[in-house]
């Protein structure tokens, strides 16, 4: 929450670029603390909105913040329920899933007829932010701990692999990449208080506090000499993005 407008920038730009569907039925999968279900009750404001994650303390802030929608615990690879929804909505999640051929054509599957798909994922697994975060747990007296923890985030296509998956189920595909440029003042040690709710998770959750000091300690002198700071103190944060819309052909 501490970079709450920066994070929810993306799903009002990628709410923006769905049609004017007449929705009654909208899902946000992955909600988080519910400020991208806001987004979407507002994109919708005559829609059932439903929300799911698989954090408990993601669920409580949600239900605390709209009270009026209904959430629920769970994840998305164990989400059953055939819909059908007129928006499904996936901001930021779906790069922790894998299997994306499968997981995305199973999502349109979802959708009623004429209904949009709306998917955002982080690209940035390239940067040096992420190279960062796998060359440091491989090289230090944690490395045995974070072996697996490199494989937790699943890698993303390109933006032809899923045009080419969806564009047979639908009748329209849209996908483009955008790069945000977000500045933040108090230099290496907020890009990492950025990732330390994202992408750093899997490399800090197995190590003891201790171990964990000392990885966050490396961490952030690495990422002050790949990030230097402006005259100012402040970085900017180069992080690009996914996004997708995908209305699933009437009569379907």
Same mark, same amino acid.
């Given at each position: 929450m501490a970079f709450e407008d920066e994070r929810t920038r993306p799903v009002r730009d990628l709410l923006s670029a769905l049609p004017d569907i007449e929705a009654r039925s909208v899902i946000d999968l992955g909600c988080g603390?519910?400020?991208?279900?806001e987004v979407l009750a507002a994109r919708f404001p005559n829609a059932a909105v439903r929300g799911i994650d698989s954090s408990s303390d993601m669920i409580a802030t949600a239900r605390r913040r709209l009270p009026q929608v209904q959430f629920a615990l769970g994840g998305i690879e164990e989400w059953t329920d055939a819909g059908p929804f007129d928006v499904i909505l996936a901001n930021a999640v779906l790069h922790w899933v894998p299997d994306h051929a499968t997981l995305l054509p199973g999502l349109v599957a979802k959708l009623?007829?004429?209904? $949009?798909?709306?998917?955002?994922?982080?690209?940035?697994?390239?940067?040096?932010?992420?190279?960062?975060?796998?060359?440091?747990?491989?090289?230090?007296?944690?490395?045995?701990?974070?072996?697996?923890?490199?494989?937790?985030?699943?890698?993303?296509?390109?933006?032809?692999?899923?045009?080419?998956?969806?564009?047979?189920?639908?009748?329209?595909?849209?996908?483009?990449?955008?790069?945000?440029?977000? !500045?933040?003042? $108090?230099?290496?040690?907020?890009?990492?208080?950025?990732?330390?709710?994202?992408?750093?998770? !899997?490399?800090?959750? !197995?190590?003891?506090?201790?171990?964990?000091?000392?990885?966050?300690?490396?961490?952030?002198?690495?990422?002050?000499?790949?990030?230097?700071?402006?005259?100012?103190?402040?970085?900017?944060?180069?992080?690009?993005?996914?996004f997708m819309v995908a209305i699933r052909q009437a009569g379907e």
């Open positions: 603390p519910g400020n991208s279900t009623a007829s004429g209904g $949009g798909l709306a998917v955002q994922m982080p690209d940035n697994l390239d940067s040096p932010a992420h190279r960062l975060m796998r060359e440091i747990a491989a090289d230090g007296p944690w490395a045995p701990t974070l072996a697996a923890a490199s494989t937790a985030r699943t890698p993303i296509g390109d933006a032809n692999w899923y045009y080419e998956l969806l564009r047979p189920l639908c009748t329209k595909v849209d996908v483009w990449r955008t790069t945000y440029y977000h !500045p933040l003042s $108090g230099g290496a040690a907020a890009i990492v208080e950025w990732f330390k709710g994202s992408g750093l998770t !899997p490399f800090l959750e !197995p190590l003891e506090l201790r171990v964990r000091a000392a990885y966050l300690e490396r961490y952030t002198a690495a990422v002050a000499r790949a990030y230097p700071a402006l005259p100012d103190g402040s970085v900017l944060l180069p992080f690009p993005r996914l």
